[in-house]
């Protein structure tokens, strides 16, 4: 069976995305993809933008709520990984 490219959820759209020679699940544009997100965070929340053509901004939340979204989005996008994980 084939993984799936992006997933959408509560706060972001998620996908795949080779990152310094590692995949990672990480937030996405829907309209422009992973290369033009951002993130900024402050003392309180964490803020992703991203900054192709118009900049825009995808979502806030806190540190807590996005690794919370990021694990359910390894699950889905990543489930071997996502399993693997939790047995180690």
Same mark, same amino acid.
Request: proline residues 3%.
């Given at each position: 069976?084939?993984?799936?490219?992006? +997933? &959408?959820?509560? /706060?972001?759209?998620?996908? +795949?995305?080779? /990152?310094?020679?590692?995949?990672?699940?990480? *937030?996405? +544009? !829907?309209?422009?993809?992973?290369?033009?997100?951002? &993130?900024?965070? &402050? @003392?309180?929340?964490?803020?992703?933008?991203?900054?192709? @053509?118009? *900049?825009?901004?995808?979502?806030?939340?806190? /540190?807590?709520?996005?690794?919370?979204? !990021?694990?359910?989005?390894?699950?889905? /996008?990543? *489930?071997?990984?996502?399993?693997?994980?939790?047995?180690?």
């Amino acid at each position: 069976m084939g993984k799936k490219r992006t +997933c &959408s959820l509560r /706060l972001f759209t998620w996908t +795949c995305a080779e /990152l310094q020679g590692q995949t990672e699940v990480v *937030p996405t +544009c !829907r309209t422009h993809g992973v290369a033009g997100v951002r &993130s900024v965070d &402050s @003392a309180k929340e964490l803020m992703f933008i991203c900054v192709k @053509a118009k *900049p825009h901004v995808l979502n806030r939340c806190t /540190l807590a709520q996005f690794e919370t979204e !990021r694990e359910k989005a390894t699950a889905k /996008l990543q *489930p071997d990984w996502a399993e693997a994980v939790v047995a180690g």
